[in-house]
């Protein structure tokens, strides 16, 4: 959770799917869609007007998206700290996400971020769904990246703000922290499956360092 991309991601794609004919608020589509893969948006798309999507569906909604991004993506409030933080201990972290590897850099890119996962020391990296068969819900993409970077999945952090990105974590038997600010409702959803969830970033900073610390 690193960018505050989900508001304009998802008003952008409410806008796509009803010019096929789907009528969706923001409720519903954050409901259906948040932190799914594009391949899987456009299948539920395609379920829901009971044909598949037009061959160029994807390929609009992420100019549309880069479009609405520009100028207006920002990053989240703390998270440049809590990165500085665990840069600073030499904590390795990793991006994990369900979006394409180029819509990754290109977010991080516009908030200022990117520089966190591109230096010389390998502290970070970044994965995209786009590498394994199913992305989340399913616990592929978090499994991936722990083999890859060297963890067990057990001794593995999660920071998510989707159902299905805490779904997908729980699966890969991975501690579970949830970012939800400013929604009571929300907050409890994500606290039944499993995750401890937070309302700023601040408060995952000291969550996220504390549960770094050794027992003493």
């Not at 589509?29 to 829901?48: K, N, P, W, Y």
């Not at 904590?91 to 590897?101: D, K």
């Not at 996962?117 to 390998?122: A, D, K, L, P, Y």
């Not at 700023?200 to 027992?215: K, R, T, V």
């Amino acid at each position: 959770m690193l960018v505050d991309s989900e508001p304009l991601a998802c008003e952008v794609l409410r806008r796509a799917v009803a010019e096929l004919g789907v009528r969706l608020n923001a409720e519903q589509v954050d409901q259906h869609f948040r932190g799914r893969s594009l391949s899987d948006c456009a299948t539920i798309v395609g379920q829901m007007l009971g044909r598949a999507v037009p061959e160029r569906f994807i390929e609009e909604l992420v100019r549309a998206t880069d479009e609405a991004f520009v100028g207006r993506l920002k990053a989240v409030v703390g998270v440049a700290e809590l990165l500085t933080e665990l840069r600073a201990r030499r904590v390795a972290y990793c991006v994990a996400s369900s979006g394409t590897l180029t819509k990754v850099k290109r977010s991080l890119q516009l908030t200022g971020l990117l520089e966190f996962f591109t230096e010389s020391e390998v502290v970070g990296r970044l994965f995209s769904a786009e590498v394994v068969l199913m992305g989340k819900p399913a616990p592929d993409l978090f499994l991936h990246a722990a083999q890859v970077m060297g963890y067990a999945p057990s001794s593995c952090v999660v920071i998510e703000d989707s159902r299905a990105g805490v779904s997908a974590a729980v699966a890969a038997g991975m501690r579970a922290f949830g970012y939800a600010p400013g929604a009571p409702e929300y907050r409890r959803e994500l606290e039944l499956m499993g995750a401890t969830v937070v309302e700023s970033m601040g408060e995952m900073s000291a969550l996220l360092l504390g549960a770094l610390s050794p027992p003493r």
